[in-house]
């Protein structure tokens, strides 16, 4: 398997202007999350699907960011409008629901910097 | 969940044994403990996890005491490509909810 699969892996945007992030998790694992990290705030969870269905998005720091996992297979990130503090990098991860669940498995990450 | 501390840094050589403590005295009693390692520019990537006694896989080696109320990752004969960051996790191991501290920043040098 590839492993869960970002994209972009590296962004650069003007401050007001929408941005997508997407993820591909591992083929079978029922359970997808996003995470962002920077130097001041570390890992941070923003929100988590199980069978593509949201069940915690209370890191979801406001209005301007939303999820949505249309199928087991994809997910999209979305923030609009960007603002410079948005910049990090932002993880996805997929695991296999059950006493497994704390073995998440990361993608490499999308840098995001807002401009 | 559970708080953990752990050191903020450690220094280590090329062929030592590296051990790594976390405290999490609030742990409840169906809480795991996990650890997890993050190389720079990449994703955290899961190590070990335990529940009692001692753990141990082809990487590291997890020591939890009776009182489960602190552990110890081990890792036998550490190289430069060891240095990373990494993380103690204490949670149920239902819900999914994977809450990252500051972790441990391990610098290995030859």
């Known amino acids: 398997d590839a492993g869960v699969i970002q994209s972009p892996r590296h962004e650069v945007t003007e401050m007001g202007q929408e941005v997508t992030l997407r993820c591909k998790p591992i083929?079978?694992?029922?359970?997808l999350f996003w995470y962002r990290q920077t130097m001041m705030r570390g890992l941070e969870l923003l929100i988590y699907?199980?069978?593509?269905?949201?069940?915690?998005d209370s890191g979801m720091p406001e209005d301007r960011f939303s999820a949505k996992m249309p199928n087991a297979s994809f997910s999209t990130l979305k923030i609009q409008p960007s603002e410079p503090r948005d910049s990090a990098v932002y993880f996805c991860?997929?695991?296999?629901?059950?006493?497994?669940?704390?073995?998440?498995?990361f993608g490499p990450g999308t840098r995001l910097t807002v401009t | 969940l559970a708080k953990t501390t752990q050191p903020i840094s450690m220094d280590s050589y090329e062929g030592q044994e590296v051990n790594i403590t976390c405290s999490h005295n609030?742990?409840?009693?169906?809480?795991?403990i996990t650890w997890y390692q993050q190389f720079p520019s990449q994703g955290p990537r899961f190590i070990i996890q335990g529940y009692k006694t001692k753990v141990t896989n082809e990487v590291a080696s997890l020591f939890i005491p009776a009182d489960r109320k602190s552990s110890t990752l081990s890792l036998p004969r550490v190289s430069l490509s060891d240095t990373a960051v990494y993380y103690c996790?204490?949670?149920?191991?239902?819900?999914?909810?994977?809450?990252f501290g500051a972790g441990t920043i391990l610098r290995v040098k030859s």
């Open positions: 699907f199980n069978n593509n269905v949201p069940i915690d």
């Open positions: 083929s079978g694992h029922n359970s």
């Open positions: 991860a997929s695991s296999f629901g059950g006493l497994s669940s704390y073995e998440q498995y």
């Open positions: 609030n742990i409840a009693t169906n809480d795991y």
């Open positions: 996790l204490v949670g149920p191991p239902y819900g999914n909810k994977l809450v």
